[in-house]
């Protein structure tokens, strides 16, 4: 019979043997040990457990993690994880993808998954550049940063990935600092209770290619006041004293200051992560002071795996056919005598 | 068309039928059964039953009174074995064909597919079988097609993916990820004319160099063809027995003529195919390691996602021989590029040897590959009848292609070498076989062979 008590693991369960090889400093190792410490509180079966990659230093992930994994093929583990998925409904799929890997050449696999909403995980380690390849500008770099591909600077709008993730449909998205590691560990057991195809974008620094990339809005000094962490449910407040705030102008986010003006904490939008209309989600996922982290948008809905789980009961109701020979056998044969 | 309400348009649409009941009258046969078609086909619309009942009389009736057709053939009904028979088109025969591999096997069938002429209708027969637990996925471009059922794979699907020429080349990075990974996976390649977009609807066998060679790296796969409608079913289930029982991608070879030509099936029962051996976990996890192999097969274990105590990472950089880490190992990596080659090679064990029809020896032997079996073989046959000592060798497995074919050559004096392509196969055996006179024929027109051109061709070279 099979076991259905979830044994209690710890970090190290999920350690695998491998030795870890990114650079000394980068944010990945905050990544892995953020994972390492969630993965034993998810209540899943470890072997129940995949993560698939692609190519690119965050697509090495899967080795350092002693669950089933696969690292596949630039830009395809959207496609590789829904094969595992719709394969095996009981699995908890994890895709682990970069900004190179899946907004440049896995564009195409991403948006559909998340137009699918097929019920699994993605961490996407956004750090602005190929670090793989050896510092080229990626769909994310900025205008006029300077790599070595872009020598005299990027002429290359970049994609706002949470944008281009909402717009695909996407029914989960959230934001966090890639040298936050509590909050990243709560996010990432979240994504893994959210029926859906959760998308966690995580600011993640490059030591070498793109170092300080983020400063501006991650660094410990600043990070109160050029973030905002979301919360359903809860009034939109920032700041060191915790005495800013959002409110809706016309189509635009306004920061306000509570005592000025006579603006109480009751005149702040409270976050609504639920909501079906993602038109205030998009609004403060392109925000760019404060930056918005936390869970942007959590929207409940129906999964691929259930719709084709139903149709298929329906279909089986109503067929004549459990097994293939009596297929073969119908409808219009004939006897050679 | 007295007494019946249809209007000028209804009625001229049947007018085809009186040319089909003129063919009717001249081989002499009972129109019954395009009757009973009518009265199926057209359930709900009587009438349009009734009109094209009475041109199909009509045309009968005519060739019979004027007898303007100087000769009525008789066929008769042609001898075949006793048993239950189908129409069957290429196509479903393959899609049938895995339906029954998947039951036999056990495992689930999961099909990763984008939509592409003239291989779309197995990805239509096959949705049709959710209630066989047929997992069908439309993906969102071949890539994904093939690399979703890679993941299928993984979690321990019986996966298959199936495109055309142009969607194979986009595979080609996918079926290197299961060759590494060594995964079971089935490709199935409707050839259609090329390069690039080439003749969609039109038959060709332009594929095959590109099935065999058409990636980056020491690439082995097994490469086999079905050669008529009905044996696709045969191919096909015989690619996913490959494939499972030697843990690596397998690429079916069909092409549009044989996909969309339909032939009487007699039809099989899953109890009348070989078994499928899926490589089950026989070992403790303390002696197990992801790229151990069968000392006969060279396959390795197939440990599915769920499995307690086995987890394990596979992926596509080079593999250490054992334990399926990653490494750059020197030594390892030729090891790692012998084996999957050893591998693949060793499939000649496990096939057919390859046969000569109508004669084992002689002047000629007429070498075919896939969907060419049918034209071939009616234009040996009658060479045969003629009294030339011709032999027939077709190929359904290319690589590996069967033990003894270096025998099967040297009892000719001449091979001639039939293709729909400029010479694909002919390149590959002039490679592998030494110290026989090949020659060339070859049409590239979008076309089957047609017997009578193929008769001229063999006694031009028997003449030469």
């Known amino acids: ?337 | 068309m007295k007494g019946l309400t249809l209007d000028t348009k209804s009625i001229v649409r049947s007018k085809n039928m009186f040319a089909l009941g003129m063919v009717y009258w001249m081989y002499n046969r009972d129109m019954n059964y395009t009757l009973d078609f009518f009265a199926k086909k057209f359930k709900y619309n009587p009438e349009i039953a009734e009109s094209n009942a009475r041109v199909l009389k009509a045309g009968f009736y005519y060739a019979e009174t004027l007898e303007l057709i100087p000769v009525a053939y008789k066929v008769a009904p042609s001898k075949m074995p006793k048993g239950t028979y189908r129409i069957l088109n290429g196509n479903t025969a393959t899609a049938w064909g895995f339906l029954a591999a998947a039951e036999k096997s056990g495992l689930e069938l999961f099909l990763g597919s984008y939509p592409i002429t003239p291989a779309t209708d197995i990805l239509h027969e096959l949705v049709k079988h959710k209630h066989f637990g047929v997992k069908a996925f439309q993906a969102e471009d071949e890539i994904a097609g093939i690399t979703s059922a890679i993941g299928a794979a993984f979690a321990g699907d019986l996966a298959i993916t199936t495109t055309s020429g142009p969607g194979l080349a986009l595979k080609s990075e996918g079926i290197n990820l299961a060759l590494m990974v060594e995964l079971p996976l089935v490709i199935v390649d409707v050839q259609r004319g090329g390069p690039s977009t080439g003749l969609p609807t039109k038959t060709e066998q332009s594929d095959l160099l590109q099935a065999l060679f058409g990636r980056n790296g020491e690439s082995p796969v097994i490469v086999i063809a079905a050669s008529t409608p009905a044996n696709c079913f045969d191919y096909a289930y015989e690619a996913a027995r490959l494939a499972v029982e030697f843990m690596t991608p397998v690429i079916l070879l069909t092409d549009g003529y044989i996909a969309n030509g339909s032939e009487p099936w007699k039809v099989k029962s899953i109890n009348d195919m070989p078994p499928i051996h899926v490589k089950k976990l026989d070992k403790s996890r303390e002696s197990w390691h992801p790229y151990d192999r069968d000392i006969q097969t060279l396959a390795r274990n197939w440990v599915i996602p769920g499995t307690k105590g086995f987890e394990h990472r596979i992926g596509g950089l080079e593999k250490d021989k054992i334990t399926g880490n990653v490494s750059y190992n020197p030594e390892n990596h030729e090891h790692m590029t012998h084996i999957r080659a050893e591998k693949v090679k060793g499939v000649e064990n496990f096939i057919p040897e390859l046969t000569a029809d109508y004669a084992a020896e002689g002047d000629l032997l007429v070498v075919g590959w896939g969907g060419t079996f049918g034209s071939l073989h009616s234009a040996v046959k009658q060479m045969h009848n003629e009294g030339f000592k011709v032999g027939h060798a077709h190929f359904n497995y290319i690589n590996p292609m069967p033990k003894n074919t270096q025998e099967v050559f040297s009892k000719f004096k001449k091979v001639l070498v039939c293709e729909i392509n400029l010479g694909q196969l002919s390149f590959v055996l002039k490679s592998k076989y030494q110290g026989i006179e090949f020659h060339q024929y070859n049409k590239i027109q979008g076309l089957p062979f047609s017997v009578s051109d193929l008769v001229n061709q063999f006694k031009n070279i028997l003449n030469a």
């Not at chain 1, 596949?72 to 496609?79: L, S």
């Not at chain 1, 994310?140 to 872009?150: D, F, P, R």
């Not at chain 1, 793109?210 to 809005?217: A, K, L, P, V, Y």
């Open chain 1, 1 to 337: 019979m099979e076991d259905t008590l979830i044994e209690k693991l710890t970090f190290k369960d999920f350690q695998s043997d491998q030795e870890v090889r990114w650079c000394p400093g980068c944010d990945d190792y905050v990544i892995l040990r953020s994972m390492l410490k969630a993965l034993p509180e998810m209540d899943v079966k470890k072997e129940d457990i995949v993560f698939i990659s692609g190519i690119g230093c965050s697509s090495r992930f899967p080795y350092y993690v002693d669950c089933y994994g696969m690292h596949g093929i630039h830009g395809r583990a959207a496609a590789i994880a829904s094969g595992v998925k719709l394969a095996n409904n009981n699995l908890s799929v994890w895709m682990i993808t970069g900004d190179g890997d899946s907004l440049a050449i896995g564009g195409n696999h991403f948006i559909h998954l998340l137009r699918r909403n097929i019920d699994m995980n993605i961490i996407l380690f956004n750090n602005e550049i190929y670090g793989l390849t050896k510092g080229q500008f990626s769909p994310t770099s900025v205008i006029g940063q300077k790599t070595k591909s872009s020598p005299y600077g990027n002429t290359q709008p970049p994609f706002q990935p949470g944008e281009l993730a909402i717009g695909a449909q996407a029914r989960f998205f959230a934001r966090i600092g890639g040298n936050t590691p509590k909050e990243m560990t709560q996010l990432f057991i979240d994504a893994q209770k959210f029926k859906g195809t959760s998308l966690i974008e995580v600011l993640q620094n490059c030591v070498i290619f793109n170092d300080g990339c983020f400063t501006s809005i991650t660094d410990k000094d600043v990070k109160e006041e050029q973030q905002i962490f979301l919360e359903h449910g809860k009034p939109m407040i920032f700041g060191k004293e915790r005495n800013k705030g959002l409110v809706l102008k016309g189509l635009k986010l306004e920061i306000v200051t509570i005592g000025e003006n006579g603006v109480t904490e009751n005149d702040l939008l409270v976050h609504d992560a639920k909501c079906e209309d993602p038109t205030l989600h998009q609004m403060l996922v392109r925000m760019s002071h404060p930056v918005a982290v936390g869970i942007i948008r959590a929207f409940e809905d129906v999964t691929l795996e259930e719709r084709e789980l139903e149709l298929t009961r329906e279909v089986s109701k109503k067929s004549k056919f459990t097994k293939v020979d009596e297929l073969f056998f119908s409808g219009d044969t004939y006897e050679v005598k």
